[in-house]
């Protein structure tokens, strides 16, 4: 079993920043590939970034590309999403998302384990 607890959210201003990160626990955490989810309201839950244990990262193909960035430290068991240049469309539930594969996919079932989301509002 695995354990994800995001944290960071919160309201922020349109141009703004903000850094999410997901503590796991219950299992090692350098054994798993990371990803980020989100759902805005009403919306599908949508990929945003994955990270393999090795690091390696793949972007989405949507707006978010070139303004996010994931990143993980394995020491702290502990993967991290850096927003910038947020747009009211950033507004969402943020999700963190584990699998036991060092491999990334971008659909949520490809996923076994979900932290509970974090709100992220950003106010034009």
């Known amino acids: 079993q695995v354990q994800l607890v995001e944290s960071g959210g919160g309201l922020v201003q349109a141009g703004g920043s903000l850094r999410l990160s997901c503590a796991a626990s219950g299992r090692t955490f350098s054994n798993l590939g990371m990803a980020w989810f989100r759902q805005p309201p009403g919306e599908e839950r949508e990929f945003v970034g994955g990270?393999?244990?090795?690091?390696?990262?793949?972007n989405s193909a949507d707006s978010v590309k070139g303004r996010f960035t994931i990143s993980r430290d394995n020491a702290k068991n502990t993967v991290y999403l850096q927003m910038n240049s947020l747009k009211p469309e950033d507004t969402a539930v943020y999700y963190c998302?584990?699998?036991?594969?060092?491999?990334?996919?971008?659909?949520?079932?490809?996923?076994?384990?979900w932290g509970q989301g974090t709100q992220v509002t950003v106010s034009s």
């Open positions: 998302a584990a699998r036991p594969y060092d491999f990334i996919v971008t659909l949520p079932s490809g996923y076994n384990y």
């Open positions: 990270i393999t244990r090795s690091g390696g990262t793949t």
